[in-house]
């Protein structure tokens, strides 16, 4: 966990949990800081009949190791990383995106993007 590097994201992901799964799923799709409300609905009722996002937060993860061809990580590593915290495993996942330059968005009013090295750039 590397939560006090990235501290606008990690608050985005616990305050608005349902838009930035949605946002995570546009991007590995490839669709850069996209929002799809219908999505984020979805996710909001799924976490409200299951009271968490555990479930979500695997599929994100799983998702991007098999897109990318994470070999580092397993099926099992992921289930047992994304039952355990899910808001954290998110946090990861929003992370892995943004340094694959894959940026989901911050929150649903966010206009700045990471550039290189670290900066911070405006989307037009």
Known sequence: ?????????????????????ARMCAAIDGQESSLDMSLCFAILVLNYNTGNYGMLAMILRYRIVAKYNIADEGVVATFFTSTCCPLC???????????????????????????VMGMVSQMK
């Open 1 to 21: 966990c590397d939560c006090m590097q990235d501290t606008a994201g990690c608050c985005y992901i616990y305050c608005c949990t349902s838009c930035a799964g």
């Open 89 to 115: 495993s998110m946090c990861q996942t929003h992370r892995m995106l943004t340094d694959m330059m894959l940026w989901p968005g911050g929150t649903c009013c966010g206009t700045t993007k990471p550039g």
